[in-house]
T-cell receptor, first 114, second 113 residues
Framework: NAGVTQTPKFRILKIGQSMTLQCAQDMNHNYMYWYRQDPGMGLKLIYYSVGAGITDKGEVPNGYNVSRSTTEDFPLRLELAAPSQTSVYFC?????????????FGSGTRLTVV | DQQVKQNSPSLSVQEGRISILNCDYTNSMFDYFLWYKKYPAEGPTFLISISSIKDKNEDGRFTVFLNKSAKHLSLHIVPSQPGDSAVYFCAASGNSGNTPLVFGKGTRLSVIA
């Protein structure tokens, strides 16, 4: 079972560059999420999706875009990278939302913007 | 405005003793509470959860206690083992429609042999 796969694991971007963080899950989960974790901070929700074709903003969506064309994939797009976007990004998925089974997380993408 | 607060950034405990990690929340609409464990360079992994209709849930060495009136929950690990050394995140959500998990800042637990 691959679970949730994130690529790349590491990336260094220059200010103003763009990139897409990839996230794929093979558990047929309806719900998918993007969180970022800054040093000493908890996970903050960027965007989430309740199913293919449906996305919604989380707590910190500015500077990011998402799409959900299939159940399996939920890419996160940074259009104009800024130093404030230096962080570790985690993708997660779940079968249901607001329940007790929790989310399955990927291993993260560590992004540095210089 | 933090809805889920973990006020202790770190905790050190001797092997074999009890570890108690605390979490407070402000949103009275939260119905589900979860604990996650995170090792360096890995994603968080689900540990244990509790719903608001219960005040205790146990799974092996891990027990979560919920005090709804105080908006407080705690995770007890007994006995603590060196492999338990990790960052522990408290998370909460409501039970209606679009309510993703809200996470605390985490507590770094060090279990000393």
């Amino acid at each position: 079972n691959a679970g949730v796969t994130q690529t790349p694991k590491f990336r260094i971007l220059k200010i103003g560059q763009s990139m897409t963080l990839q996230c794929a899950q093979d558990m047929n989960h309806n719900y998918m999420y993007w969180y970022r974790q800054d040093p000493g901070m908890g996970l903050k929700l960027i965007y989430y999706s309740v199913g293919a074709g449906i996305t919604d903003k989380g707590e910190v969506p500015n500077g990011y875009n998402v799409s959900r064309s299939t159940t399996e994939d939920f890419p996160l797009r940074l259009e104009l990278a800024a130093p404030s976007q230096t962080s570790v990004y985690f993708c997660a998925s779940s079968y249901v939302q607001g329940q007790l089974d929790g989310y399955t997380f990927g291993s993260g993408t560590r992004l540095t913007v210089v | 405005d933090q809805q889920v607060k973990q006020n202790s950034p770190s905790l050190s405990v001797q092997e074999g003793r009890i570890s108690i990690l605390n979490c407070d929340y402000t949103n009275s609409m939260f119905d589900y509470f979860l604990w996650y464990k995170k090792y360096p360079a890995e994603g968080p992994t689900f540990l244990i959860s509790i719903s608001s209709i219960k005040d205790k849930n146990e799974d092996g060495r891990f027990t979560v206690f919920l005090n709804k009136s105080a908006k407080h929950l705690s995770l007890h690990i007994v006995p603590s083992q060196p492999g338990d050394s990790a960052v522990y995140f408290c998370a909460a959500s409501g039970n209606s429609g679009n309510t993703p998990l809200v996470f605390g800042k985490g507590t770094r637990l060090s279990v000393i042999a």
